[in-house]
């Protein structure tokens, strides 16, 4: 059988930031926008995320996952911005992606939301219909299962929730699908298990219990902005989650540089065996010097 391959990138946090007015600089977004100008500007760069990109495509994925943060302040223009990245990374068709805390920094309105829509839509989803989550994608031999973490939080907070609606939504979804044969992938932001309480998924003890009922082969995220394999329990055995670092960013501090994942996924006699390979910027060379290169290899099933 031919590999399908899965490209998973997350948090590119796309620059430059649109230049803000006053009024929509209350509350949350005031902080947000001087962590902006003080340092953040230095380490998410858009040519960064454009040579990431470019090597993907070099690639030739049969499918790319983005796993949220798109944006930085959820101002309304950047969500116009971040539409025509989309589209540079490719089509609706070809392009899975969940939000992040940050695409939900504040409350927005469904007409900014809605310019990703199509990102976003599960098959069954009519045109125009309004986003719904979690959402199913089936793609070659994967079912592509999106959920969102995304909600807005007070100062100095990043956690993420789904909430008893989407859980139950989900377990519904799972039943309907409990003879589906296909490579199940689940698509999230925030990462199942976390240190920082500022930052965790608050309800990830029921999604992990939802894990342990029904099969889940791969769970990939984003949010902390580093290289992360950790292991849940499955009906059926462990299920690798995977985290990957920011899209966008240089090395700084204990963050790497930016990267993607790329797995191969392949049905062999009854088992699936899937090879994850990271590619990325070594985080000791500046991007102006760098080339996106091949880090690591890894047989997770």
Not at 2 to 18: E, G, I, K, W
């Amino acid at each position: 059988m031919t590999a399908f391959t899965l490209a998973h990138l997350s948090d590119p946090h796309l620059a430059p930031l649109p230049r803000p007015r006053l009024h929509e600089l209350a509350g949350k977004r005031m902080l947000g926008y001087v962590n902006w100008k003080r340092y953040r500007y230095k380490i998410h760069r858009r040519d960064i995320a454009d040579a990431l990109v470019a090597d993907i495509k070099m690639r030739s994925p049969d499918h790319i996952a983005i796993t949220g943060d798109l944006i930085n302040l959820a101002l309304p223009d950047e969500f116009t911005q971040a539409r025509a990245w989309l589209e540079s990374v490719g089509t609706p068709a070809d392009v899975t992606l969940v939000p992040g805390n940050h695409d939900a920094y504040v409350r927005v309105t469904s007409k900014q939301t809605s310019q990703w829509a199509e990102y976003m839509h599960g098959d069954s989803a009519r045109a125009g219909a309004p986003l719904s989550f979690p959402f199913l994608r089936r793609r070659g031999p994967l079912t592509l299962i999106g959920v969102s973490s995304a909600v807005p939080t007070a100062p100095f907070m990043a956690t993420g929730r789904l909430g008893p609606n989407q859980l139950d939504m989900l377990e519904q979804g799972f039943s309907q699908i409990a003879d589906d044969p296909n490579f199940r992938v689940l698509l999230i932001h925030h990462p199942l298990s976390s240190k920082a309480s500022y930052k965790r998924l608050t309800d990830a003890d029921a999604l992990l219990a939802l894990i342990k009922r029904h099969r889940v082969d791969l769970i990939l995220h984003g949010h902390d902005h580093i290289h992360s394999t950790m292991w849940f329990e499955g009906p059926n055995g462990r299920v690798p989650a995977i985290g990957v670092p920011s899209a966008s960013a240089t090395a700084y501090l204990q963050y790497p540089a930016a990267a993607y994942n790329l797995f191969s996924i392949t049905r062999e006699d009854d088992a699936w065996r899937c090879e994850q390979r990271v590619r990325g910027f070594a985080d000791g060379g500046a991007a102006e010097r760098a080339e996106v290169t091949e880090l690591q290899r890894i047989q997770l099933i």
